[in-house]
C-alpha cells in the first residue's frame, strides 16, 4: 500500500514540476513577445526618423539649388548693370565735352557780338 502512495506522490510531483516549467515557458514567451515588440516599435521609430531626415536632406538640397540659381541671377544682373554703367559714364564723358564746346561757342559768340 505504501509503494502505491509514494508512485502517486511521484506522479503528482513530476506533473506539479511540468506546469511549473510551463508557466516559466510561459512567461519567458510573454517576456520574448514583449522585447519583440518593443523592438519592432524602436525599429519602426528609427525607419520613420530615417524616412523623415532623408525628406529634410532632399528639401535642403532643393533650397540650396534655388538658392544657386538665384546667385547666379543676381550675379549676372550685375554684370549687366556694370556694363550700363560704363555706357553711362561714357554718355557723361560725352555731354560734359560738348558743355564745354558749347561754352566756348556762347563766349565766342558773345565776343563776335560786341
Known sequence: ???????KMAAGGAADAQARFGHSVKGLLTEKVTSCG???IALTKQVLKGSRSAELLGQAARNMVMQEDAILHS????RKM???????QY???AIQKNVER???????LSHLLK
Open 102 to 108: 558749347s561754352s566756348n561757342l556762347q563766349d565766342q
Open 75 to 78: 550675379e549676372d544682373s550685375l
Open 82 to 88: 556694370a556694363i550700363i554703367t560704363t555706357h553711362l
Open 1 to 7: 500500500g505504501a509503494g502505491c502512495g509514494r508512485g
Open 38 to 40: 518593443t523592438d519592432v
Open 91 to 93: 554718355q557723361q564723358e
